[in-house]
């Protein structure tokens, strides 16, 4: 027997020895299905670095920071590489969000490495004898599905500490620890039934009579009847481009894709790194650097430039995000003169900072949910929720029908895939107990009422199965769809300040947000209207003050609802985060043929 500690960086089992004492690197290596398993070992958990939030704001501006200094290093490299001369702006439409998140990424599992060689001694890992080689993702989204596999975390980990730690530890080599798991490219979007099929093939239709528009909506978040309202007001043929673009999948096949080392090794040549972690974050990201950057990019830009569309304006709530040919597009018309316009795609009280404000560099304009803070928003409606909840007052009265104190909950990636000044990764499990403080404290009656929504996805740490254990299958909502919930609810209890909660108050249900405050810090812009709803009692930090209002105004929640202070509140909420009473179609029109007219813009 040594007083060796075993040092388990992943839910890869097999990593985990026998029967010896485990250092897990983190909460996602104790997936909750599994504590039959690891509740029987012991074991302590390393702490998260970024509980600490003094140290989240630090990191978050030296990553900032890093990221910009990378951004222009690998534009350089990537004109040479690609014998162009592109700005700095039309490669980062091309490498964020990608770089974004996996500088971000890099540096976390390398803190949680890093904290655990620091306060523990005598670390022992068993890692594969294989030596762990980095595997380019094409692009974005297949880089964001692997990055939520233990098999690509532990590959990463394995690098970092073969690379930092292979002198501090014990490491024990063993065959088949991890197979070569790859997550097969499922599309997002899947249209069903005849009317979809009919408007695609009636758009397909309209792409062949038509090439030339003021405006090109891609994946905007207008609903269906409002981006047809908006286009002919603008005066143009209502379309959602599938025929150019077949959702997002590029026209020829890069899975027989190969490295191309001697293309790769010239990246970011001329960058000096500062530390020790910024030496193995280059080295990494020049492996890592997914092939639609590399090996790929001439391939797209010839597909691209190969589409027929002329336009002066593109307006886009995500295809800049995962859809590798639309983004090659993008950046190929901004070059060109084009205008980008990225539409918010959610909101509500703003963060305090968010995504390195990618979306702000890349855009000529960014229309966003709550007031502007930052030179390049514009507020205007948010198209996600036009034609939802336009008219509230109707759904602003009691029914029979409202009978449930709902609670809407929410759930992170099992790691770090950014980042934010929002949870991330076990820290969304704290508003799991502060839920089940709140239970506790509420009258009987409330407690007959009360039921839950889980996240609608269960993307590690099970949320929908923990409600259940704690408050018994019959409190989770039977109901799937979030506007019903709404319909059925005497309350709703929104557990996070993000658009679910815009949602909610905009829905005419009696909603309060219940919330850990010091995990979902916010932009100073956003203190004054915080303040303004926690003096009408619609924001509620505390679970003992929280169960005290709504035990109060459970028999009668509208007569609290609208009540003069109330709704003075309600009415400041919606002219700063949601604008949902104003003449959407009219602001909007205006809005776009400002931009088109703008004498800058491609004619």
Known sequence: ????????????????????????????????????????????????????????????DDLQSLHHSLLHCFSSSLNRLHHVEYSVRYWQILLDPWLMSYVAVVFDRWECLRLAFEQFENIEVILPVEPAVAKPTFSYMEYIEEVMLDEWNQSLCQRIIENQYGDHCFIRRQNGLVGNKVPSREKSIQYQGILQKLALNADRFLGKLFTRYDVVFLNSYFKFISLVQLNLAIGQVPRVFAKEFKLGEPFCDFSQLSVNQTSRSSLCSEFEPKSSFEKFLVQSIVCDMPFCLVEGYQALCDQVNNLPIKTKAIVTANSHWGDVVAKTWMAEQTRKGVKLVIVEHGGSLAPYKALFDFEEDISDVKCTWFLPHHAKHKRLPPGKLINRFTQTSAKNVESHSRQYCSVIGSEQMRWVIRANFYPMAAQCLVSIDLVSQLYEKLNEIVQQAFRIKPYYLNVGWNTWQRYSDIFGPECIHSEKNLDCVFDVSKLVICTYPETTFSEAMASGAPTILFYPAYLNELNPVALPLLEILRSANIVFEDPLAAAAHINSVWSDPFQWWNSEAVLSAREEFRRQATDLDSDWLREWTTFIKSVIADPNVKK
């Open 1 to 60: 027997m040594n007083d060796f500690i075993l040092l388990a960086t992943t839910a890869i089992e097999k990593t985990w020895g026998l029967s010896e004492n485990i250092l897990f690197l983190g909460e996602w290596c104790r997936l909750y299905e599994r504590r039959h398993v690891w509740g029987q070992r012991n074991h302590e958990v390393v702490p998260f670095h970024w509980d600490d939030r003094n140290k989240l704001r630090r990191d978050y």
